[in-house]
Protein backbone atom coordinates (compact mmCIF):
# COMPACT_ATOMS: atom_id res chain seq x y z
CA UNK A 1 0.00 0.00 0.00
CA UNK A 2 1.46 3.51 -1.32
CA UNK A 3 1.25 7.02 0.39
CA UNK A 4 1.42 7.75 3.96
CA UNK A 5 0.60 4.15 5.24
CA UNK A 6 3.16 2.68 2.95
CA UNK A 7 5.58 4.90 4.10
CA UNK A 8 4.91 4.46 7.76
CA UNK A 9 5.05 0.96 7.47
CA UNK A 10 8.36 1.19 5.16
CA UNK A 11 9.92 2.92 8.34
CA UNK A 12 8.57 0.54 10.88
CA UNK A 13 10.08 -2.33 9.23
CA UNK A 14 13.53 -0.95 8.28
CA UNK A 15 14.47 1.22 11.12
CA UNK A 16 17.29 -1.88 12.24
CA UNK A 17 21.49 -1.44 11.15
CA UNK A 18 22.22 -3.23 7.67
CA UNK A 19 24.95 -4.53 9.43
CA UNK A 20 25.41 -7.73 10.71
CA UNK A 21 22.69 -9.89 12.14
CA UNK A 22 20.14 -7.09 13.46
CA UNK A 23 18.27 -6.20 10.65
CA UNK A 24 16.28 -9.22 10.39
CA UNK A 25 15.36 -9.80 14.48
CA UNK A 26 14.31 -5.98 13.96
CA UNK A 27 12.32 -6.24 11.18
CA UNK A 28 10.63 -9.68 12.71
CA UNK A 29 9.62 -7.50 15.73
CA UNK A 30 8.20 -5.00 13.83
CA UNK A 31 5.94 -6.96 11.96
CA UNK A 32 4.94 -8.81 14.83
CA UNK A 33 3.95 -5.73 16.68
CA UNK A 34 2.17 -4.03 13.10
CA UNK A 35 -0.24 -7.36 13.31
CA UNK A 36 -0.45 -6.96 17.29
CA UNK A 37 -1.81 -3.01 16.71
CA UNK A 38 -4.15 -4.28 13.50
CA UNK A 39 -5.94 -6.93 15.58
CA UNK A 40 -5.99 -4.64 18.49
CA UNK A 41 -7.59 -1.83 16.36
CA UNK A 42 -10.19 -4.49 14.98
CA UNK A 43 -11.17 -5.53 18.28
CA UNK A 44 -11.21 -2.07 19.82
CA UNK A 45 -12.90 -0.37 17.01
CA UNK A 46 -15.29 -3.47 16.64
CA UNK A 47 -16.37 -3.00 20.83
CA UNK A 48 -16.22 1.10 20.75
CA UNK A 49 -16.38 2.10 17.27
CA UNK A 50 -14.18 4.37 15.24
CA UNK A 51 -13.99 7.32 17.85
CA UNK A 52 -12.06 4.76 19.98
CA UNK A 53 -8.71 6.93 20.80
CA UNK A 54 -5.42 5.68 19.95
CA UNK A 55 -4.09 4.51 23.27
CA UNK A 56 -7.23 2.27 23.67
CA UNK A 57 -5.43 0.54 20.71
CA UNK A 58 -2.09 0.89 21.68
CA UNK A 59 -2.98 -0.25 25.25
CA UNK A 60 -4.90 -3.39 23.73
CA UNK A 61 -2.10 -3.99 21.85
CA UNK A 62 0.22 -3.54 24.40
CA UNK A 63 2.41 -1.39 23.28
CA UNK A 64 3.18 2.05 23.35
CA UNK A 65 0.95 4.48 21.61
CA UNK A 66 3.97 5.98 19.90
CA UNK A 67 4.83 2.64 18.32
CA UNK A 68 1.02 2.61 17.03
CA UNK A 69 1.48 5.89 15.38
CA UNK A 70 5.34 5.05 13.76
CA UNK A 71 3.14 2.59 12.05
CA UNK A 72 -0.01 5.02 11.31
CA UNK A 73 1.01 8.53 11.47
CA UNK A 74 -2.46 9.70 12.07
CA UNK A 75 -6.04 7.56 13.12
CA UNK A 76 -7.54 8.03 9.86
CA UNK A 77 -4.54 5.99 8.16
CA UNK A 78 -5.50 3.18 10.24
CA UNK A 79 -8.89 4.00 10.21
CA UNK A 80 -9.01 3.67 6.36
CA UNK A 81 -6.72 0.83 6.52
CA UNK A 82 -9.15 -1.96 9.05
CA UNK A 83 -12.22 0.13 7.29
CA UNK A 84 -10.85 -1.22 3.40
CA UNK A 85 -9.72 -4.71 5.03
CA UNK A 86 -12.97 -4.93 6.59
CA UNK A 87 -15.13 -4.05 2.76
CA UNK A 88 -12.99 -5.94 0.87
CA UNK A 89 -14.01 -9.03 3.59
CA UNK A 90 -17.72 -8.32 2.58
CA UNK A 91 -16.99 -7.97 -0.66
CA UNK A 92 -16.00 -10.99 -1.24
CA UNK A 93 -18.73 -12.82 1.10
CA UNK A 94 -21.42 -10.83 -1.28
CA UNK A 95 -19.24 -12.29 -4.41
CA UNK A 96 -19.43 -15.93 -2.79
CA UNK A 97 -23.12 -15.62 -2.11
CA UNK A 98 -23.76 -14.90 -5.76
CA UNK A 99 -21.54 -17.46 -7.11
CA UNK A 100 -23.35 -20.23 -5.48
CA UNK A 101 -26.73 -19.90 -4.56
CA UNK A 102 -29.00 -20.23 -7.58
CA UNK A 103 -32.07 -18.96 -5.56
CA UNK A 104 -32.15 -14.86 -5.27
CA UNK A 105 -33.50 -15.22 -1.55
CA UNK A 106 -30.94 -17.60 -0.49
CA UNK A 107 -28.20 -15.49 -1.99
CA UNK A 108 -29.14 -12.29 0.13
CA UNK A 109 -29.78 -14.33 3.34
CA UNK A 110 -26.85 -16.50 2.75
CA UNK A 111 -24.23 -13.07 2.61
CA UNK A 112 -26.28 -11.36 5.70
CA UNK A 113 -25.82 -14.62 8.05
CA UNK A 114 -22.41 -15.20 6.80
CA UNK A 115 -21.83 -10.84 7.35
CA UNK A 116 -22.93 -10.88 10.85
CA UNK A 117 -21.55 -14.07 12.02
CA UNK A 118 -18.41 -13.48 11.08
CA UNK A 119 -19.13 -9.29 13.27
CA UNK A 120 -18.49 -7.61 10.30
CA UNK A 121 -21.00 -4.84 10.85
CA UNK A 122 -19.08 -3.76 13.96
CA UNK A 123 -16.78 -2.38 11.53
CA UNK A 124 -18.07 -1.62 8.37
CA UNK A 125 -17.16 1.85 7.20
CA UNK A 126 -19.17 5.18 7.39
CA UNK A 127 -19.43 6.12 4.18
CA UNK A 128 -21.52 2.80 3.02
CA UNK A 129 -24.15 3.45 6.74
CA UNK A 130 -24.94 6.82 5.62
CA UNK A 131 -28.82 7.24 5.47
CA UNK A 132 -30.20 10.27 4.61
CA UNK A 133 -33.12 11.84 5.85
CA UNK A 134 -35.83 13.71 4.58
CA UNK A 135 -37.56 16.95 5.40
CA UNK A 136 -40.86 16.81 7.18
CA UNK A 137 -42.69 17.98 4.19
CA UNK A 138 -40.74 15.26 1.88
CA UNK A 139 -43.01 12.34 0.57
CA UNK A 140 -42.66 9.16 2.38
CA UNK A 141 -40.18 7.75 -0.67
CA UNK A 142 -37.65 10.11 -0.70
CA UNK A 143 -36.59 9.17 3.01
CA UNK A 144 -35.17 5.51 1.46
CA UNK A 145 -31.55 5.89 -0.21
CA UNK A 146 -32.08 5.00 -3.34
CA UNK A 147 -29.67 3.31 -5.88
CA UNK A 148 -28.95 5.05 -9.13
CA UNK A 149 -27.17 4.16 -12.40
CA UNK A 150 -25.85 6.78 -14.32
CA UNK A 151 -26.93 7.00 -17.88
CA UNK A 152 -24.39 5.43 -20.14
CA UNK A 153 -21.78 4.60 -17.25
CA UNK A 154 -23.82 1.49 -15.74
CA UNK A 155 -21.82 2.57 -12.72
CA UNK A 156 -23.84 1.76 -9.27
CA UNK A 157 -23.81 5.37 -6.88
CA UNK A 158 -25.29 5.32 -3.11
CA UNK A 159 -26.93 8.49 -2.70
CA UNK A 160 -27.94 9.01 0.75
CA UNK A 161 -28.93 12.41 1.76
CA UNK A 162 -26.60 14.95 -0.05
CA UNK A 163 -24.03 12.11 -0.19
CA UNK A 164 -22.97 10.31 -3.44
CA UNK A 165 -20.35 7.66 -3.27
CA UNK A 166 -18.79 6.64 -6.53
CA UNK A 167 -15.60 4.15 -7.44
CA UNK A 168 -13.89 7.84 -7.72
CA UNK A 169 -14.58 8.37 -4.09
CA UNK A 170 -13.98 4.98 -2.75
CA UNK A 171 -13.04 1.71 -5.01
CA UNK A 172 -12.93 -0.70 -1.91
CA UNK A 173 -16.50 0.67 -1.06
CA UNK A 174 -17.78 1.34 -4.57
CA UNK A 175 -16.95 -2.27 -5.26
CA UNK A 176 -19.43 -3.86 -2.05
CA UNK A 177 -22.38 -1.41 -3.51
CA UNK A 178 -22.06 -2.75 -6.62
CA UNK A 179 -21.84 -6.46 -5.55
CA UNK A 180 -24.74 -6.27 -2.93
CA UNK A 181 -26.50 -4.19 -5.26
CA UNK A 182 -26.58 -7.25 -7.39
CA UNK A 183 -28.10 -9.34 -4.62
CA UNK A 184 -30.67 -6.55 -3.75
CA UNK A 185 -31.96 -6.63 -7.62
CA UNK A 186 -31.88 -10.32 -8.33
CA UNK A 187 -34.09 -10.76 -4.72
CA UNK A 188 -36.22 -7.96 -5.65
CA UNK A 189 -36.76 -9.20 -9.46
CA UNK A 190 -37.80 -12.59 -8.02
CA UNK A 191 -40.41 -10.97 -5.36
CA UNK A 192 -38.93 -11.96 -2.71
CA UNK A 193 -37.87 -8.62 -1.56
CA UNK A 194 -39.73 -4.98 -0.32
CA UNK A 195 -39.59 -2.92 -3.46
CA UNK A 196 -38.90 -0.13 -1.03
CA UNK A 197 -35.32 -2.01 0.14
CA UNK A 198 -31.76 -0.30 -0.63
CA UNK A 199 -28.50 -1.66 -0.59
CA UNK A 200 -27.84 0.63 2.12
CA UNK A 201 -30.72 -0.97 4.18
CA UNK A 202 -29.22 -3.50 3.30
CA UNK A 203 -25.99 -2.86 4.97
CA UNK A 204 -27.80 -1.16 7.73
CA UNK A 205 -29.03 -4.87 8.94
CA UNK A 206 -25.41 -6.24 9.12
CA UNK A 207 -24.34 -3.58 11.28
CA UNK A 208 -27.51 -3.52 13.48
CA UNK A 209 -27.45 -7.30 13.52
CA UNK A 210 -23.90 -7.39 14.89
CA UNK A 211 -24.04 -6.17 18.55
CA UNK A 212 -20.69 -6.28 21.08
CA UNK A 213 -21.74 -7.93 24.17
CA UNK A 214 -19.10 -9.57 26.81
CA UNK A 215 -19.99 -13.45 26.36
CA UNK A 216 -19.39 -14.62 23.02
CA UNK A 217 -22.57 -17.07 23.23
CA UNK A 218 -24.68 -14.32 24.21
CA UNK A 219 -23.71 -12.64 21.44
CA UNK A 220 -24.34 -15.15 18.94
CA UNK A 221 -27.32 -16.03 19.91
CA UNK A 222 -28.39 -12.20 20.19
CA UNK A 223 -27.08 -11.88 16.80
CA UNK A 224 -29.13 -14.80 14.87
CA UNK A 225 -32.24 -13.63 16.62
CA UNK A 226 -31.89 -10.24 15.63
CA UNK A 227 -31.16 -11.29 11.98
CA UNK A 228 -33.84 -13.22 11.50
CA UNK A 229 -36.78 -11.25 12.72
CA UNK A 230 -34.79 -8.39 10.66
CA UNK A 231 -35.00 -10.63 7.16
CA UNK A 232 -38.50 -11.45 7.66
CA UNK A 233 -38.56 -7.46 7.60
CA UNK A 234 -36.89 -7.01 4.41
CA UNK A 235 -39.39 -10.06 2.62
CA UNK A 236 -41.97 -9.06 0.71
CA UNK A 237 -45.68 -10.70 1.38
CA UNK A 238 -47.91 -11.21 -1.10
CA UNK A 239 -50.67 -8.69 -1.51
Known amino acids: MGGPLGSA ?3 ATGNGRADGGRTTPLRVDAQRNLEHVLRAAREVFGELGYGAPMEDVARRARVGVGTVYRRFPSKDVLVRRIAEEETSRLTDQARAALGQEDEPWSALSRFLRTSVAS ?3 RLLPPQVLR ?9 EGARVPQQRTQPGAGELRLVAGDTVLSADDDPGAAALLEVVGQLVDRARAAGELRADVSV ?8 TAAPS ?5 QQAAA ?7 LLEGLRSRPM
Do not use: F, K
Request: charged share 15%.
Open 119 to 121: GAG
Open 213 to 217: LPDAA
Open 200 to 207: SDVLLVIA
Open 131 to 139: VGVADEGAP
Open 9 to 11: MSA
Open 223 to 229: SARLLDI
